[in-house]
Each structure stands twice: as structure tokens, then as C-alpha cells.
T-cell receptor, first 115, second 113 residues
Framework: SAVISQKPSRDICQRGTSLTIQCQVD?????MFWYRQQPGQSLTLIAT?????????ESGFVIDKFPISRPNLTFSTLTVSNMSPEDSSIYLC????????????FGPGTRLTVL | GQSLEQPSEVTAVEGAIVQINCTYQ??????LSWYQQHDGGAPTFLSY????GLEETGRFSSFLSRSDSYGYLLLQELQMKDSASYFC??????????????FGTGTQLKVEL
């Protein structure tokens, strides 16, 4: 199974600033996903990031707020821009290996607090 | 849109059996998955049902009834370490090019002595 790391593991940021979260996978994967999880809540998909193409955003999430890069098959970044306290959440990346779309492997998450 | 409903909380004693239900409404269906998440941890995949019936993996089993849009996760011989949140997830085959999962509301399982 894929091993995924995320940086930073946690951060405290000021309102109006931006934070870039990195996701590194130990194997080449076609599809990567970025989720947001409020404390005690379910996982909400932000976008799907495929290498070589624009990310696909879910309803309620826009590229200007959450720009995503996917420069190769093992790495992706998610930026949370112009942050507000409502962006305080855990951000998780996940990957699919092969065609097993029902089984996703998740990174450890980035716990973001916006003051 | 897609929706998956689960009980918010279930409490059981160590050694017991507990069932966590999931009812779903989706425009398509390509399988029901279950994930476990401990506090502060990442979700981890537990099981997957594409067809009706029971799938068993050690102490955990998962059941699906596509005609009822319903599934459940069965945990046997409960251990304290099973205290966690459990999420069902559906791949509907339509949204996100058929590759994305929609997660349920989540069930927090508390195992007591």
C-alpha cells in the first residue's frame, strides 16, 4: 500500500495569509484527492488532482481559494489562500493505487488553525 | 446529490458485537466502502462491498443490500482499540468521472469495559 506524508503536520496562521500543504507519495499514482475535515465531522472532497491536467473542484470550492499543483505522479500541493478562521480544519490528501477507486490511502493530515 | 446517513454514536462493551448502519442515496452505485479513523489519525480502509451479501475480514464484516440502499459494518469481539470513528463511503460512478468517494456522516464508536 502507498505511504503518504504531508507537510506541515500542523500550523497556526494569521487571517489573510496563505498556507501551502505538501503531499508526497512513495509510489507513482495517477489520482490524488484533497479533503477537508472539520473536527468531529465527515470528510469533504475539495478537488481531484490528476498529473498533467487541471484539478477538478467540487461544488463550493474554487481554484482561487484552493489552488492545487500536481507536477508529477508522486507529489501535489494544496494552497489555502487568504485564510479566515472558517478555514480552520484538517486537510488530508489521499491516493488511489491502480484502479481500486473504492480503497483510498490517506496521508496523516495537516491541522490548520487560523486566528 | 449523494447522501449517506449513519448513527452519530454507538456505545458497546468490550467483547460484544456491534453493528454500524449506513443508508445511502446516490445517482449511481459502484460499491460501498468502510473506513476507520482514530482520533488525530488518518482514515484507513477496512472493507468494500460491490455486490449484495456479507464480506468477512477477521473480526470485521461488512454487508450490502443494493435493493435497500443499505449496508452495515459488523465488529465482533470488540476491543478497546476499536474505539474510533467509522465512515461508510460510496463510489457512485457518476460524479468526479466516477472515481471519487462520497463519505457518510460518520459513527463514533465507544468501547467500554
Amino acid at each position: 500500500s502507498a505511504v503518504i506524508s504531508q507537510k506541515p503536520s500542523r500550523d497556526i496562521c494569521q487571517r489573510g495569509t496563505s498556507l501551502t500543504i505538501q503531499c508526497q507519495v512513495d509510489s507513482q499514482v495517477t489520482m490524488m484527492f484533497w479533503y477537508r475535515q472539520q473536527p468531529g465531522q465527515s470528510l469533504t472532497l475539495i478537488a481531484t488532482a490528476n498529473q498533467g491536467s487541471e484539478a477538478t473542484y467540487e461544488s463550493g470550492f474554487v481554484i482561487d481559494k484552493f489552488p492545487i499543483s500536481r507536477p508529477n505522479l508522486t507529489f501535489s500541493t494544496l494552497t489555502v489562500s487568504n485564510m479566515s478562521p472558517e478555514d480552520s480544519s484538517i486537510y488530508l490528501c489521499s491516493v488511489v493505487e491502480g484502479g481500486a477507486y473504492n480503497e483510498q490511502f490517506f496521508g496523516p493530515g495537516t491541522r490548520l488553525t487560523v486566528l | 446529490g449523494q447522501s449517506l446517513e449513519q448513527p452519530s454514536e454507538v456505545t458497546a462493551v468490550e467483547g460484544a458485537i456491534v453493528q454500524i448502519n449506513c443508508t445511502y442515496q446516490t445517482s449511481g452505485f459502484y460499491g460501498l466502502s468502510w473506513y476507520q479513523q482514530h482520533d488525530g489519525g488518518a482514515p484507513t480502509f477496512l472493507s468494500y462491498n460491490a455486490l449484495d451479501g456479507l464480506e468477512e475480514t477477521g473480526r470485521f464484516s461488512s454487508f450490502l443490500s443494493r435493493s435497500d440502499s443499505y449496508g452495515y459494518l459488523l465488529l465482533q469481539e470488540l476491543q478497546m482499540k476499536d474505539s474510533a470513528s467509522y465512515f461508510c463511503a460510496v463510489r457512485d460512478g457518476v460524479t468526479g468521472g466516477g472515481n471519487k468517494l462520497t463519505f457518510g456522516t460518520g459513527t463514533q464508536l465507544k468501547v467500554e469495559l
